[in-house]
């Protein structure tokens, strides 16, 4: 895959990555994860006047849960959910407030949980980013991340069906003339929750396929290296890179024209043919390589090239090469 798909996946794993974070972060320490309002039966009620029910209306999260007093609608008390309490949970069939806090606890380990594993998936996230070859890193960032997401989904989970389940029957509405007892309606800390997990299991899924390329790359590189070590000479033990490639096979290619028994003119070109027929041991012999002359090459006619290097052929006729012009 080309490298601006693998720059995409950085960027989309690490933003998706600080979103779910960002967003997990204030639904734990915000307080708006449930606003509910229950009608009680009024004590005050005659049959005319006052009204026959009472609301009372609550507001919670995972630490503090807010009421108010159904006399008095304007007196507000928050307490504190206590996580250890010394008393068991008993249902109450007129006041169904204490079975919020209930269903926090049940569900507060998981979501706990899943925010620690989210912050050791974001340092794990950051050091593959920024360390290079430690690809693994962001391998295991998505790990955490995909489980963090599935943690946080259960505790969500486990808090809607144990907080229904206390005040199922308050649902559903009595009769035709007569709404439910209970409503309810999720805040904005519940849906930031809902984003950051929806944003945690992207940033896994990014995080793997960006690993799947990196170790692909990885696998293309090594097969190229291994593909050039095939042609070099023996005793080079490296890989010309890509940009410098003409400038480290000069010396392969200056050991490939020392070993070869054919020396290359001055412009790299065989020498023509000049009328002279020449036998086919002259023609082997005009490639050979040989010992230096102590004049300029230059100025060498045929004649006196044949007469220097006459022990190396003898096939030819000299009166034929005396009558030659210089080359």
């Known amino acids: 895959m080309p490298k601006i798909s693998i720059r995409c996946l950085r960027i989309l794993s690490l933003l998706s990555a600080i979103i779910s974070l960002v967003a997990q972060g204030i639904a734990l320490c915000s307080n708006c994860w449930l606003h509910s309002e229950e009608l009680m039966a009024n004590p005050k009620y005659n049959g005319t006047g006052d009204r026959e029910y009472l609301s009372k209306f609550t507001v919670s999260g995972l630490w503090k849960l807010c009421f108010n007093d159904p006399v008095n609608a304007s007196e507000v008390h928050c307490i504190n959910i206590d996580y250890f309490p010394k008393e068991e949970y008993s249902p ?17 380990i998981f979501i706990l949980v899943s925010t620690f594993i989210l912050i050791i998936g974001e340092i794990l996230c950051f050091f593959g980013h920024l360390l290079r070859r430690r690809w693994v890193l962001t391998f295991a960032s998505g790990i955490a991340f995909i489980l963090s997401g599935l943690l ?3 505790g969500m989970v486990i808090y809607i069906s144990t907080f229904k389940a206390e005040v199922g029957n308050k649902l559903r509405p009595k009769s035709s003339f007569q709404g439910p007892m209970f409503k309810y309606s999720y805040g904005f800390s519940f849906l930031l929750a809902v984003v950051g997990l929806m944003m945690c299991e992207l940033a896994g899924t990014f995080a793997i396929f960006l690993y799947i390329q990196k170790y692909e790359e990885e696998i293309k590189k090594k097969a190229e290296r291994q593909k050039y070590a095939d042609f070099l000479p023996q005793g080079e033990d490296h890989v010309p890179c890509r940009r410098h490639r003409g400038r480290k096979n000069s010396r392969a290619r200056e050991m490939s024209r020392e070993a070869s028994p054919c020396p290359s003119t001055s412009r790299g070109r065989r020498p023509t043919n000049t009328g002279i027929a020449l036998s086919e041991s002259m023609r082997d012999l005009a490639y050979c390589n040989f010992p230096p002359f102590s004049r300029d090459t230059t100025c060498n006619t045929v004649s006196t090239t044949a007469d220097i290097n006459r022990e190396y052929s003898r096939d030819f006729s000299f009166d034929t090469l005396r009558r030659t012009t210089p080359v």
């Open 92 to 108: 109450d069939p007129n006041d169904s407030t204490m079975a919020i806090p209930y269903a926090v606890k049940r569900a507060a």
């Open 152 to 154: 946080i989904l259960m």
